[in-house]
């Protein structure tokens, strides 16, 4: 089925006007596996004209596009969704391999996509207008009425990460799509080969061409030439701070969504259920090595909550499976040797700064044994600066103020955990964390994919969520009708179709 695989079965091409093309150049990035450094495949190296093209044609099929009604835009959707389904143990496959994720989350990841697609379906059929009455207020008239409805905005940029590269790319491309949009994806290098598997997909459900176009290429190249592009009318961008601070710069009054970095912190009180938390928590942490936004970052409770919460955490730990992601490993190699420098050396400064290491800390390769670092104080980097892999600080407290305190220290505002047993405690803590979302027993994580998902301060810009990703990559439009006393609508000259 698949025709994005285009010469054997490692080259792989872009969709461009419903048709799949090397680079112009006939350049190609090569893509190794995390797991065994194994090739994975080859994807083209688009050059600056490659985009140009590519956003043009968005061009000339978005508002054919647009004219469709929204339940024909839908049922590509519904298709697109089985054809995913049917074909998820070979995408979740290609994800193992490429990106290092264990079986079970691939597949789960595919299947996710899959529900999110019928949702966002669903939500776009969901989409009125509105009338409003000129007379609600003061001083105005029934003669006067304002029909308000949603328009696209044009061509949407979407920029997808590593780490999910099926259904972060679905997150951007489906709201934007169903809302009359077109879309250029633009994704993560590693990562890419899983996205156009996806682009793949949609395109065999029957997107008219054009409608989506993808391009590939080293950001380094074609990076900063796509964000300042005057074609694009709206960015969707799944990455680091660095890179969305830098995209926001650039961007200049191009409207955003970010989705950035994060230091989520679990809060854990002294009346909470430690085993509970301790399992949450593990789960919240470890998970795909730690390679999430939402991820739980480090752990704020008194040292005697510590003392007794360690016991639990060391245990369930032990448990954990280390290695290959085909053998349904939680901790996998991580991404790149870059990555696992970079956690290696937050775990070096906090152990040099009198930090105790009580599990882990040890690597092989890319492979970092999972790890808890307890005594980290506020002047080690381990405190404020976000891993990306399978290490978890504790920070010993005072009492919940000083928690609150420290989490609101951050620079991340993403999402941030309380456990309790206690509600009055759990909204009071709640209502002072400066975070996107505070989840109450619970370990920070993304869905489900229709409540709001946002960050404050350097973790982003804008909310996601299926109905306020489709507003966002949308506007108001009013046409205002004028009536005259007998009712009729105020005109000079022929009715259109009467000339």
């Not at 490692?10 to 995390?34: H, M, Q, R």
């Not at 780490?163 to 990562?191: E, F, M």
């Not at 991404?335 to 290491?357: C, H, P, R, S, W």
């Not at 951050?410 to 975070?435: M, P």
Request: negative net charge; charged residues 20%; glycine residues 10%.
């Amino acid at each position: 089925m698949f025709q994005h695989i285009c010469n054997g079965d490692k080259d792989f091409c872009n969709l461009f006007d419903g048709k799949w093309v090397e680079a112009s150049s006939g350049k190609y990035l090569t893509i190794l596996s995390p797991v065994d450094g194994l090739l994975v495949g080859r994807v083209p190296a688009m050059s600056r004209e490659d985009v140009d093209r590519a956003i043009q044609n968005t061009k000339e099929s978005q508002p054919v596009w647009a004219a469709t009604p929204i339940h024909e835009r839908a049922s590509v959707f519904y298709k697109a969704a089985d054809l995913l389904e049917e074909h998820a143990d070979e995408i979740a496959a290609v994800l193992t391999m490429e990106i290092a994720k264990d079986r079970r989350s691939a597949w789960f990841e595919v299947k996710r996509t899959a529900d999110f697609l019928r949702y966002t379906a669903d939500a776009g059929k969901s989409m009125a207008g509105e009338a409003i009455s000129g007379d609600n207020f003061p001083g105005g008239s029934k003669n006067k009425i304002s029909y308000v409805s949603r328009v696209p905005l044009g061509t949407v940029l979407a920029i997808s990460p590593f780490n999910y590269p099926i259904n972060l790319s679905a997150s951007k491309i489906a709201p934007a799509l169903i809302g009359g949009n077109a879309v250029l994806l633009k994704p993560a290098s590693q990562g890419a080969i899983s996205a156009l598997y996806l682009a793949d997909i949609l395109q065999e459900a029957g997107l008219p061409k054009g409608v989506l176009n993808t391009i590939t290429g080293k950001g380094s190249e074609i990076g900063d030439y796509i964000v300042t592009h005057p074609g694009v009318n709206f960015i969707n961008f799944t990455g680091s701070t660095a890179v969305g601070k830098h995209i926001a710069k650039e961007a200049g009054m191009v409207p955003l969504m970010l989705e950035l970095g994060g230091k989520d912190a679990a809060i854990v009180l002294s009346d909470a259920d430690l085993e509970f938390a301790a399992q949450t928590i593990i789960s919240g942490a470890y998970a795909y090595a730690g390679q999430r936004c939402t991820a739980v970052k480090r752990i704020l409770a008194t040292g005697a909550v510590a003392d007794r919460l360690i016991s639990k955490l060391l245990s369930g730990i032990a448990k954990l499976k280390v290695g290959d992601p085909r053998e349904d490993a939680t901790i996998v190699p991580l991404i790149n040797e870059k990555a696992a420098d970079f956690v290696m050396e937050l775990i070096g400064d906090a152990k040099q700064k009198g930090a105790k290491i009580l599990t882990g800390g040890k690597r092989e390769g890319n492979l970092i044994q999972p790890t808890l670092v307890d005594n980290v104080t506020t002047d080690m980097r381990l405190a404020w600066e976000e891993p990306f892999g399978p290490v978890l600080p504790i920070l010993r407290v005072r009492d919940e103020q000083e928690a609150i305190n420290i989490a609101n220290r951050s620079e991340y505002g993403l999402q941030s955990s309380v456990f309790t047993k206690n509600i009055h405690d759990a909204f009071y803590i709640a209502n002072r964390l400066e975070v996107g979302t505070v989840q109450i027993n619970n370990k920070t994580e993304r869905g489900p994919d229709h409540f709001p998902f946002l960050g404050v301060k350097a973790s982003g810009m804008g909310t996601q969520g299926v109905k306020y990703a489709i507003e966002a990559m949308t506007r108001p439009k009013a046409i205002v009708f004028n009536l005259q006393d007998n009712g009729t609508v105020h005109h000079e000259g022929p009715i259109r179709g009467e000339e």
